[in-house]
Nanobody, 115 residues
C-alpha cells in the first residue's frame, strides 16, 4: 500500500512562485521515479518534471527554465518549485511515484494563477 499526498497548491498571482510537495506513505524500499504531472480542464495530463533514482531530471518545454524538481529520499518526498507563474500553469498537479510496488498517484492539488 502506497499513498501519495500533494500539498502546496492554491491561488497565486501571475509572476509569483509556489512550491508543491508530495509525500509518500506506506512500505517503499526503492523509488525508481518521481514525477509531477498536471492536467487542466479539458486537457490531457502532462508530465511537467521528473527525477529518477539515478538523479536524471527532465522538464517539459512549457516549464523549462521556470521549474525545479527535488527530492528528499529520507522522507519519500518530492517537491516542485514553479516560478514566473503564468495563467497557463493553472491546472491540477499530481505527483507520481514508481517503486517496487508499481505506479502510484496522488489525489492532486489545484494551482490557480491569476492577476
Amino acid at each position: 500500500q502506497v499513498q501519495l499526498v500533494e500539498s502546496g497548491g492554491g491561488l497565486v498571482h501571475i509572476g509569483g512562485s509556489l512550491r508543491l510537495s508530495c509525500s509518500a506513505s506506506g512500505s517503499i524500499f526503492r523509488v525508481d521515479f518521481m514525477g509531477w504531472y498536471r492536467q487542466a480542464p479539458g486537457s490531457q495530463r502532462e508530465l511537467v518534471a521528473s527525477i529518477t533514482s539515478g538523479g536524471t531530471i527532465s522538464y517539459s518545454h512549457s516549464v523549462n527554465g521556470r521549474a525545479n524538481i527535488s527530492r528528499d529520499n529520507a522522507k519519500n518526498t518530492v517537491y516542485l518549485e514553479l516560478n514566473s507563474l503564468k495563467p497557463d500553469d493553472t491546472a491540477v498537479y499530481y505527483c507520481n511515484f514508481i517503486s517496487e510496488n508499481g505506479r502510484a498517484w496522488g489525489q492532486g492539488t489545484q494551482v490557480t494563477v491569476s492577476s
